[in-house]
């Protein structure tokens, strides 16, 4: 969810924005004790403390940008050269 800088995992809880590491990695963490009792916890995380962790740089979303250019019918053939 952009607009409210967080992530929605499978069983529609909110992951939110935790801290920014010095390399630029931003970390999304849920709530342990809402995860603990999850049904869907086995496919979300398999952490001992029960809690999922979303780790994106800050630029992904403008290197996910450069990868969907590259890998366009365009891209490619300039890719080749």
């Known amino acids: 969810d952009s607009e409210q800088d967080s992530y929605i995992c499978p069983n529609q809880q909110v992951l939110t924005y935790s801290t920014t590491d010095r390399k630029g990695y931003r970390s999304y963490k849920s ?14 995380t398999r952490s001992k403390n029960r809690q999922k962790v979303i780790t994106r740089h800050v630029w992904e979303d403008h290197k996910e940008k450069v990868r969907q250019n590259r890998l366009s019918v365009s891209g490619k053939t300039l890719y080749k050269k």
């Open 31 to 44: 709530n342990p004790e809402t995860c603990s009792a999850c049904p869907l916890l086995a496919q979300c």
